[in-house]
């Protein structure tokens, strides 16, 4: 694949071009491995003794409008799904965080409980929920411990049962790096370098899935049409490739700050949907 500078250059679009290599991100895309590794998605997690499985509360959902009004839905507490496991140590190894922006050892988890939306009452609903203090519907933990003492851990309760009876698909994973770009269509380019990539490119679908990596990834630039463009100090920790539905990736984002400091307790979920 050719370089889009390149291309814009020939095309005579050499301030566009320039503006295009602020955007630019180094990504990390995950890649199906042939053998077992400690990174995967889905199916079970290997965790330490001290870090508990993450749940979801039990809550109930009375309706306050529309066809459904009065009606009450309940929701037992149930346990999250496991979206990633990361190997920190084996992501270093490989060199493919050419940006050094994850830590170098030490193990990432990301669950999710199924939900897009907080667990909150708004005008269409009221939400009440059994514990309070664990509404949020994602999880991201950082661990830096003894791995011998990491043993596949089961959920203690079962899933989200208004979306799942079984774990996610196990997938275990490699790494590559790329360069990664926004698609014209969730970007802030200037309107003058959104015209060069159309008319360089073919139109925006194009661009997008030449130069912006569509599965599952870290960093790098959320892809879909949809998604939300990321801000000067933002990094989108991980992309999921999930497609059910109208819902068709998830997006794990937080401040760049935060990741240097190696901080993941406040991790934005957003989402791509049709």
């Known amino acids: 694949m050719e370089s889009p500078y390149k291309e814009l250059i020939e095309a005579g679009f050499s301030d566009e071009a320039e503006e295009l290599r602020k955007y630019a991100r180094g990504c990390i895309p995950m890649m199906p491995a042939k053998t077992p590794a400690l990174t995967k998605t889905g199916g079970i997690p290997d965790l330490p003794p001290e870090i508990a499985y993450p749940t979801l509360t039990g809550y109930s959902l009375t309706w306050k409008q529309g066809q459904t009004k009065g009606e009450t839905e309940q929701y037992e507490q149930s346990a999250m799904q496991l979206v990633l496991q990361l190997d920190l140590d084996a ?16 193990m990432l988890w990301i669950f999710w409980s199924g939900e897009i939306m907080e667990l909150k009452s708004d005008k269409w609903y009221d939400v009440k929920a059994q514990k309070p203090d664990q509404t949020a519907t994602h999880r991201v ?4 411990g003894d791995r011998s003492t990491l043993r596949p851990t089961p959920p203690p309760c079962p899933y989200y049962s208004k979306y799942y009876t079984e774990a996610l698909e196990k997938v275990f994973y490699d790494f590559d790096s790329v360069t990664d770009f ?12 959104y ?17 912006c990596e569509p599965g599952d990834k870290l960093l790098g630039h959320p892809y879909g049409s949809n998604g939300s463009a990321l801000r000067d100090d933002e990094v989108m920790l991980y992309q999921f490739a999930y497609d059910e539905g109208c819902l068709c990736n998830l997006f794990f984002k937080m401040k760049q700050s935060d990741l240097l400091r190696q901080d993941f307790s406040h991790i934005e979920l957003d989402f791509d949907m049709d």
């Open 91 to 106: 992501l270093a190894a490989s060199g493919c965080d050419s940006g050094g922006l994850l830590p170098k050892h030490g």
């Open 195 to 211: 015209d060069a990539l159309e008319e360089t490119f073919g139109g925006t679908v194009d661009f997008q899935s030449d130069y």
């Open 182 to 193: 926004p698609g014209t269509l969730d970007s802030n380019y200037s309107r003058s370098l």
């Open 141 to 144: 933990i950082y661990w830096d």
